[in-house]
């Protein structure tokens, strides 16, 4: 199983900026896939998932209105755009996926998810 993430880079605050990860080797029964990310010095935290069923959304509130979450799951894709950037959304972005989990509000531990990617970079100049 091999979760790929591409797209992140330096962006000014306020800027935009999209991430994309793709789940190969993997079957989905059910589950989703989603997002944390872990600034220097920091705990990790939950950015944002997917429910495969139903394409439901969760976000953790220090993005909800900026980002947003989609997915393809015939393609095991998610896509995390991210608008109104600010410094302290720099970080690592690791993708996840649970392959029959059932995602929800509370899938917010790392422990919900049984795959992760290796992260990518994103940094928010002021």
């Known amino acids: 199983v091999q979760l790929q993430a591409s797209g992140g880079g330096l962006v000014q605050a306020g800027g935009s900026l999209g991430l994309s990860c793709a789940a190969s080797g993997l079957t989905f029964s059910s589950g989703g896939m989603g997002w944390f990310r872990q600034a220097p010095g920091k705990d990790r935290e939950f950015v944002g998932s997917i429910r495969w069923n139903g394409l439901t959304t969760y976000y953790a509130d220090s993005v909800k209105g900026r980002f947003t979450i989609s997915g393809d799951k015939a393609k095991n894709t998610v896509f995390l755009q991210m608008n109104s950037l600010k410094p302290e959304d720099t970080a690592v972005y690791y993708c996840?996926?649970?392959?029959?989990?059932?995602?929800?509000?509370?899938?917010?531990?790392?422990?919900?998810?049984?795959?992760w990617g290796l992260g990518t970079q994103v940094t928010v100049s002021s």
């Open positions: 996840v996926a649970a392959s029959r989990r059932w995602i929800t509000s509370a899938s917010q531990m790392g422990s919900s998810y049984d795959y």
